[in-house]
């Protein structure tokens, strides 16, 4: 590798400062650029399906009960099916080109797939309406914590209410929660009173942050 970057976690609110002399110390130093928000959000997993609805935003609660009345219908993948991997390559790949965000190749999904699917760390979920995937999202899971890290989905007039990625993530969060995850970052989440953050980011993060969670910044 060139270089490696690291996003480290704080041990307790307000210890930013302590923590960069640490990394500095060790011999680290800050990026001049940054590859995603610098903020994020941890999404409590614990306590069953309904304490989890609970700490959702009531929009987001409606909005995936809608896209089951609608019909949709989720798929989790856990072994890396090709299959399952091209959907999940082609909604991103439509979704970067239209938001303009530098999206991930089919082979570094694939790629992805195959480290993580062995030790059970692989989720490639999916919504389908009427046979047609509308929307699909990429986690991994590393022990007790997962991370949402890529997404796409359709942008279809003849789609009406269908939510599609209100449903994957409502799927993924119970996947997660059923296989021991405490807690799901939901890898870059601008809040709304953040001024600094780049306008690009506020429709994505205006969707994750319905989902509820802990905003944490990244020292």
């Known amino acids: 590798a060139i270089v490696v970057k690291l996003d480290p976690r704080s041990a307790r609110p307000g210890d930013d400062e302590a923590l960069r002399a640490a990394l500095r110390r060790s011999g680290l130093r800050p990026a001049r650029h940054d590859l995603q928000a610098r903020t994020t959000r941890m999404v409590d997993l614990t306590g069953g399906t309904e304490a989890r609805w609970a700490r959702w935003e009531p929009d987001a609660r409606t909005r995936v009960r809608r896209a089951a009345k609608e019909g949709v219908t989720t798929l989790v993948d ?3 099916d090709p299959a399952a991997l091209a959907v999940l390559a082609e909604l991103h790949e439509q979704t970067a080109q239209r938001a303009a965000f530098r999206g991930r190749p089919a082979a ?12 059970g760390g692989w989720y490639a979920v999916q919504a389908v309406l009427d046979g047609r995937p509308i929307a699909a ?3 991994l899971r590393v022990g007790d914590r997962g991370f949402y890290l890529w997404g796409g989905s359709l942008r279809d007039t003849s789609l009406g209410a269908a939510r599609g990625p209100y449903a994957v993530l ?6 997660l929660a059923a ?4 807690t799901l970052d939901l890898w870059g989440v601008v809040e709304a009173a953040d001024e600094a953050s780049d306008p690009g980011a506020a429709g994505y993060s205006r969707f ?6 802990t905003p944490l910044r990244h020292p």
């Not at 999904?109 to 030790?119: E, I, Y």
């Not at 409502?170 to 996947?175: G, K, P, Q």
């Not at 994750?208 to 969670?213: A, S, T």
């Open 179 to 182: 296989d021991g995850c405490r």
């Open 78 to 80: 856990r072994a890396g």
């Open 108 to 119: 570094f999904l694939a790629d992805a797939a195959r480290s993580f699917a062995p030790s």
């Open 137 to 139: 999202m990429g986690f």
């Open 170 to 175: 409502a799927a993924a969060i119970e996947a």
């Open 208 to 213: 994750k942050r319905k989902f509820g969670g």
